[in-house]
């Protein structure tokens, strides 16, 4: 049965889709075996692709809900090769959101503890009851849940399974993503005997030579515009997934090969074959992953910059939510991952910009801060990381003349670092940094003129420096007035030196329109504000090497909070 899209009737069908048939479903119910037929269809025809996993397994034992016996289990999945399924869902707000804890644990192992026609189940939010519902009607023998299976208040435990996030999805048979409503007690539409049954219309028309057609609204392949695909933990679960059975009242199916819905099927010799729609790769796995070993920073760049426009309930699990991901390439850098950047590229992790406005992260913990001001976890929203791109053709350099791209001489030697002397605590979050320190005078020294990509500073008609566009909403204010007048000050400290294409900078700087020079050099500064003993950026921005360092400047050791 041909399938027409009310979305579409008056476009004509893609050249880059298969022909495709409608196919009849049930309004109220999930098509068990045509979900049944995706899984095994993959199984047995697509391979090593749908079942090499980029990471390895959990070097630890895990718990998992053995839906058959409704109670919680060990397994050691490198050992037995269990297979199980995994849930991505929203949590949502909710207060009393049932949760494993260590005075619950060995209730939850008994037998019919997690029976989900019991009395008990009560307190089990809906998704969750409907994903154990599905895992048994698939006949799958654990489903993994990580408010049930990671024991919430053992906070050991719990570090070492959110670093192993990206090996538990990638290693699930099958990851069910309930992209329905906006917390856990929704439910997933259409599950037997669920909570929450479906009804959407299957409309059939016949025309007048005795077609028949299946008339329906169109519906994207991937949740674009859902709460789930909005949400941070959400982010790493499916990029790692390597089968993902979208739950958003209709079924679909995602893998490395193929996309199947439940009111599509494509029969070309009696065989069910792969389709794709534009959208659907976009939003689930970047297919840079693999160039990770050659351009990590480039494929660290998609990532955050993907992630960081996603929303969190709470701002301090801006790093754990994306723990597996950065568990995954902490391989690719020596020293490892430090409050998201990598240690050994400290001073290039300073060189982030925002895209529009962000809202700065805060500590529900006040004592505990970790999202200092100087890395994008400390920040929400889009960010543009095409300085991160441009190190890896060779453009950037830090201030030290003994880790230098190619020879330059630099009038000193500033270096960006963590120095464990001088933390307060475990995880101490600030960074160190020797460089030189300008204060800019603006009523005495400098004019500031504004425009939508941020402020330049300068003097007699030349440009000396740009700030690009200020992090926090509120520092907007500042350059609104073309020239400034009064004791204004700003405290200016040089990160690295980049070379810039000429063009480039002459969106920023006048004097560079005209010039015959290809690549310039220039200061990388932060804009900083200081509080106590503790210096916070506010912007990034450029400076001149040579106005730099005509400048009376202040040599100095900044701490970075």
């Not at 269990?82 to 060995?106: E, H, R």
Request: net charge neutral; charged share 20%.
């Amino acid at each position: 049965m041909p399938i027409v899209s009310t979305h579409s009737l008056t476009r004509p069908p893609s050249p880059i889709l298969h022909t495709y048939q409608g196919r009849e479903f049930d309004s109220h119910h999930l098509s068990i075996d045509e979900i049944s037929d995706y899984i095994n269809t993959c199984d047995t025809r697509h391979g090593h692709s749908c079942r090499e996993a980029i990471v390895p397994r959990p070097a630890h034992r895990i718990l998992l809900i053995d839906v058959s016996r409704a109670c919680l289990i060990d397994v050691d999945v490198t050992e037995s090769g269990a297979k199980y399924a995994a849930l991505s869902y929203v949590w949502g707000s909710l207060d009393n959101t049932f949760q494993t804890t260590k005075s619950m644990i060995n209730r939850l192992r008994q037998p019919g503890s997690l029976d989900v026609t019991g009395t008990e189940s009560e307190t089990i939010p809906n998704t969750i009851k409907d994903a154990i519902r599905l895992t048994s009607l698939l006949k799958i023998t654990y489903l993994w849940v990580d408010s049930i299976c990671i024991v919430q208040d053992d906070d050991v435990t719990r570090n070492i399974h959110l670093n192993s996030m990206a090996s538990i999805y990638a290693h699930a048979y099958v990851t069910f993503v309930a992209a329905e409503g906006n917390d856990a007690n929704y439910g997933i539409s259409g599950v037997e005997n669920g909570s929450k049954s479906r009804n959407v219309h299957c409309r059939t028309i016949k025309t007048a030579n005795g077609s028949r057609y299946l008339l329906k609204e169109h519906q994207k392949a991937w949740p674009i515009h859902s709460k789930w695909n909005s949400r941070g933990w959400t982010y790493q679960e499916a990029l790692m997934s390597k089968r993902v059975l979208i739950l958003d009242t209709l079924a679909s199916w995602q893998c490395s090969c193929s996309n199947w819905q439940e009111d599509t099927t494509m029969m070309t010799g009696g065989l069910l074959q792969t389709w794709v729609e534009d959208d659907v790769h976009l939003y689930r796995k970047p297919r840079i992953l693999p160039n990770a070993r050659e351009y990590p920073l480039k494929v660290w760049a998609h990532l955050v910059e993907t992630y960081n426009e996603r929303t969190l309930t709470r701002d301090e699990d801006a790093i754990n939510a994306f723990a597996g991901v950065m568990s995954v390439m902490r391989s690719y850098f020596q020293g490892g991952i430090m409050f998201g950047t990598p240690e050994t590229h400290l001073y290039l992790g300073l060189l982030w910009k925002s895209h529009t406005t962000l809202r700065r992260r805060t500590a529900y913990d006040k004592s505990i801060n970790r999202l200092p001001s100087w890395s994008w976890v400390g920040w929400q929203g889009p960010l543009d990381l095409e300085l991160w791109n441009d190190f890896e053709q060779n453009r950037l350099y830090p201030l030290n003349t003994d880790n230098l791209s190619f020879p330059i001489t630099v009038p000193s030697s500033p270096v960006v670092t963590r120095d464990p002397t001088l933390c307060c605590q475990l995880n101490c979050p600030h960074l160190y940094i020797r460089t030189t320190s300008h204060i800019c005078g603006i009523c005495a020294h400098h004019e500031i003129k504004s425009d939508s990509r941020g402020f330049r500073l300068g003097r007699n008609n030349i440009t000396e420096g740009f700030i690009y566009k200020l992090e926090d909403s509120k520092d907007l204010e500042v350059p609104k007035r073309g020239v400034f007048f009064g004791p204004i000050e700003i405290e200016l400290i040089a990160i690295s030196v980049g070379q810039y294409k000429s063009h480039y900078l002459a969106r920023f700087f006048s004097q560079y329109f005209d010039t015959k020079e290809d690549m310039i050099e220039m200061y990388n500064v932060l804009w900083v504000d200081r509080r106590g003993d503790t210096a916070y950026r506010r912007a990034l921005g450029l400076f001149c090497r040579e106005a730099w360092e005509s400048c009376a400047l202040e040599h100095c050791t900044v701490k970075l909070g």
